[in-house]
């Protein structure tokens, strides 16, 4: 894998010029951190409130999220074909991909298929980049006008019940950007990525249907499945590394805490009871800044 890495030099933002202000890099872990998902399905969520919230209602948005989400990867992001080649992010096959207009491309007549050969991964590579190219079009592009109603409604729904969690994350992820209400576009040179234990085309269609695709671009999602999470957090410092360049993770597991502790970088446990110490709503930019603000000053210290 670690070929691969050069490939990863094309993202959206650049550390060549080094300004006076930092680059503030935010890894964020998908389930359970930015969504809920798992928790509605088996109710935990549910369970968490003491009999407050209805653990069938739970359970229901669950399986209509996984309806939504399995839908949209079968339908427009080629999932039947491409199931079982997964890859760590979206780019990792360019070296494969001879950058053909796929205005015109027949995907149901290319037979894609095994053996895993060279042929096959650019049959890939033109797949992710189409499965990119929709991704920034946004799901109003994908979806017609009765399922991106039924995903908005999902969406309110889902919200509602769990307190505005999705609304008040994203909210958060503008911030991270420098967005507002007043300014809708980022005006920082800060970054969010995802890092997620899921499949990567799984993954991005969650954040199309979750309205992550505003605020996270799909290169900036990566899939640990196989190669865990420390590899990613290893390949996205690589990525923007700087001498003015901030890195800080943000999850609910043990795997990505162990990993920001090897990274020496600052970690967030978030967690989704009510009286926990972070989760959502509730987690905010000052907090997030004075636990980076601890590591990197005691480093700048030591230094």
């Known amino acids: 894998?670690?070929?691969?890495?050069?490939?990863?030099?094309?993202?959206?933002?650049?550390?060549?010029?080094?300004?006076?202000?930092?680059?503030?890099?935010?890894?964020?872990?998908?389930?359970?951190?930015?969504?809920?998902?798992?928790?509605?399905?088996?109710?935990?969520?549910?369970?968490?409130?003491?009999?407050?919230?209805?653990?069938?209602?739970?359970?229901?948005?669950?399986?209509?999220?996984?309806?939504?989400?399995?839908?949209?990867?079968?339908e427009h992001f080629f999932y039947e074909e491409i199931e079982n080649y997964n890859e760590p992010y979206l780019n990792a096959l360019n070296e494969y991909d001879d950058g053909r207009d796929l205005t015109s491309y027949d995907f149901e007549a290319d037979c894609f298929s095994s053996p895993y050969d060279d042929a096959n991964k650019k049959k890939l590579a033109y797949r992710h980049r189409a499965i990119g190219e929709k991704y920034a079009k946004g799901l109003e592009k994908i979806l017609d006008q009765h399922m991106v109603k039924v995903c908005n409604d999902q969406y309110s729904l889902t919200d509602k019940y769990t307190d505005g969690w999705l609304s008040s994350a994203h909210k958060l992820l503008e911030e991270a950007l420098g967005k507002s209400s007043s300014a809708p576009t980022a005006n920082s040179s800060s970054i969010n990525c995802i890092v997620t234990s899921g499949s990567l085309i799984p993954s991005l269609a969650k954040c199309l249907l979750y309205r992550l695709d505003d605020v996270v671009s799909s290169e900036n999602v990566y899939?640990?499945?196989?190669?865990?999470?420390?590899?990613?957090?290893?390949?996205?410092?690589?990525?923007?590394?700087?001498?003015?360049?901030?890195f800080c993770a943000i999850g609910d597991g043990h795997e990505e805490c162990s990993a920001a502790q090897i990274m020496k970088w600052p970690f967030i446990k978030i967690e989704f009871r009510p009286e926990a110490h972070h989760r959502f709503p509730g987690l905010d930019m000052p907090t997030v800044q004075a636990y980076m603000d601890v590591i990197y000053e005691s480093s700048s210290k030591d230094g």
Do not use: H
């Open 223 to 246: 899939s640990s499945w196989e190669v865990g999470k420390l590899q990613c957090f290893k390949w996205i410092k690589e990525r923007f590394d700087g001498p003015n360049v901030r």
């Open 1 to 74: 894998m670690d070929e691969a890495v050069p490939a990863l030099a094309t993202g959206q933002a650049s550390t060549d010029a080094v300004t006076e202000q930092p680059v503030n890099v935010y890894i964020w872990d998908m389930d359970e951190t930015l969504i809920l998902l798992k928790s509605l399905l088996d109710g935990s969520y549910a369970g968490a409130f003491d009999g407050l919230k209805d653990r069938e209602k739970s359970t229901e948005i669950g399986k209509r999220w996984e309806n939504l989400i399995l839908e949209l990867c079968d």
